[in-house]
């Protein structure tokens, strides 16, 4: 009996929270995330900023602005890198050294923004930034994506 009972325990423990050591995919869409963590994308309050237009080959700041406690991360972009703004998050073995996508090492426990960076790629067009803020299991936020044009 008690051997269930920790077993139970462990399991809300896990089912509550984000992945401990991050994603392991490199994009996600909203059925994707309902299919495999449960819940639905709830609007928590983040929001992406950056600029509108950017330069080729710059970096930028951009920043993931939100009140809610911030366990988990995954950001991905379609064009330029993402180098990892700091020790609290890696790039999934899925990015393949493109650098292209990051997530969390282990529970961010963050409160207000954070801040990150993009590298604009050297073709004009137009790219978009994308991030899932999780604050738990079942309460997620597909963030609406940032999209730049590239002159």
Do not use: H
């Amino acid at each position: 009996m008690k051997s269930i009972a920790i077993f139970l325990i462990s399991l809300v423990i896990f089912y509550v929270s984000a992945y401990p050591n991050g994603s392991p995919v490199c994009s996600i869409t909203e059925k994707e995330m309902k299919a495999k963590m449960g819940g639905k994308n709830s609007e928590l309050g983040y929001k992406l900023k950056g600029p509108s237009k950017v330069k080729r080959g710059e970096t930028i700041v951009l920043e993931l602005e939100g009140k809610s406690k911030l366990q988990g991360i995954l950001a991905w972009t379609n064009a330029g890198q993402l180098p990892l703004p700091n020790n609290k998050v890696k790039y999934p073995a899925c990015d393949a050294g493109k650098r292209q996508s990051f997530t969390q090492k282990d529970y961010l426990k963050l409160k207000g923004p954070f801040k990150f960076y993009w590298t604009v790629p050297r073709q004009r067009g137009v790219a978009t930034i994308n991030v899932l803020a999780v604050d738990t299991f079942t309460k997620w936020q597909i963030v609406k994506p940032l999209v730049i044009k590239i002159e």
